[in-house]
T-cell receptor, first 116, second 114 residues
Framework: AQSVTQLDSHVSVSEGTPVLLRCNYS??????LFWYVQHPNKGLQLLLK??????LVKGINGFEAEFKKSETSFHLTKPSAHMSDAAEYFC??????????????FGQGTTLQVKP | GAGVSQTPSNKVTEKGKYVELRCDPI?????LYWYRQSLGQGPEFLIY????????DSGLPNDRFFAVRPEGSVSTLKIQRTERGDSAVYLC????????????FGEGSRLTVL
């Protein structure tokens, strides 16, 4: 079975400092991995995705994530946090091997707080 | 609008009542998904449509839940005999066929069962 574990339920950083949101995955097949962001009262938005091309994936708003198969990790990073980055972040896995592209499995989420 | 539209945005009902939640996907998106998000949790998959047919309904919790997409566009999630445990935000998403994981989500319908 596929699953993702977000290692921190809450992360707090100061504006201008780096962001690290941690995610480990478990998958029977070669996984597709994603990060989604959810701002208050807004719909979930795709930040970036990994689908077996380059292991370092760049997304929107300066975020990037690195797929590390040996560590089964897909951590999300950003060099310098902005106040507007405060939101809920979800690590997500899709089992490409099953042929079902829609059954995304979400982690529990990490709340990112950015302090001025 | 250009995004996924869900109505109502908020629904308060009494235990035992019937509820319908509507989703209008992005035009041209053939795939449509329903997820449920409880407080403090990540979204949980309910059902996935490809066109008019339910390609995967394995996430529906029980037979009180049913969803349709009769013309391959708008979808309705139907919940019979609502229970307090059904209270959650119900999310709809759509995507272009073949683009794995790039789902476009609506803002959700918040259901409260008293």
């Amino acid at each position: 079975a596929q699953s993702v574990t977000q290692l921190d339920s809450h992360v707090s950083v100061s504006e201008g400092t780096p962001v690290l949101l941690r995610c480990n995955y478990s998958s029977s097949y070669s996984p597709s991995l994603f990060w989604y962001v959810q701002h208050p009262n807004k719909g979930l938005q795709l930040l970036l995705k990994y689908t077996s091309a380059a292991t370092l994936v760049k997304g929107i708003n300066g975020f990037e994530a690195e797929f590390k198969k040996s560590e089964t990790s897909f951590h999300l990073t950003k060099p310098s946090a902005h106040m507007s980055d405060a939101a809920e972040y979800f690590c997500v896995v899709s089992d490409r091997g099953s042929g079902n592209t829609g059954k995304l499995i979400f982690g529990q989420g990490t709340t990112l707080q950015v302090k001025p | 609008g250009a995004g996924v539209s869900q109505t109502p945005s908020n629904k308060v009902t009494e235990k035992g009542k019937y509820v319908e939640l509507r989703c209008d996907p992005i035009s041209g998106h053939t795939a449509l998904y329903w997820y449920r998000q409880s407080l403090g949790q990540g979204p949980e998959f309910l059902i996935y449509f490809q066109g008019t047919g339910a390609a995967d309904d394995s996430g529906l919790p029980n037979d009180r839940f049913f969803a349709v997409r009769p013309e391959g566009s708008v979808s309705t999630l139907k919940i019979q005999r609502t229970e307090r445990g059904d209270s959650a935000v119900y999310l709809c998403a759509s995507s272009r066929q073949g683009v794995a994981g790039e789902l476009f989500f609506g803002e959700g319908s918040r259901l409260t069962v008293l």
